[in-house]
């Protein structure tokens, strides 16, 4: 099972499928909240 840690976040992320997380990794790059133990999403930032 192939997975990622975000080196700002320190979020993991994994999945079966490798194109899957490739997906997934691209996502959180653009709504990553750079802050470690941070769980807001993007739609409730203020």
């Known amino acids: 099972m192939?997975?990622?840690i975000c080196?700002?976040?320190g979020k993991k992320m994994y999945h079966e499928n490798?194109?899957?997380?490739?997906?997934?990794k691209g996502v959180?790059?653009?709504f990553c909240s750079k802050?470690?133990?941070?769980?807001q999403s993007y739609m409730h930032k203020t």
């Not at 490798?18 to 997934?24: C, V």
């Not at 802050?35 to 769980?39: L, N, Q, R, V, Y």
């Open 2 to 4: 192939a997975e990622f």
């Open 7 to 9: 080196p700002d976040c």
């Open 18 to 24: 490798e194109t899957t997380l490739e997906i997934e």
């Open 28 to 30: 959180h790059k653009k």
């Open 35 to 39: 802050k470690p133990g941070d769980t």
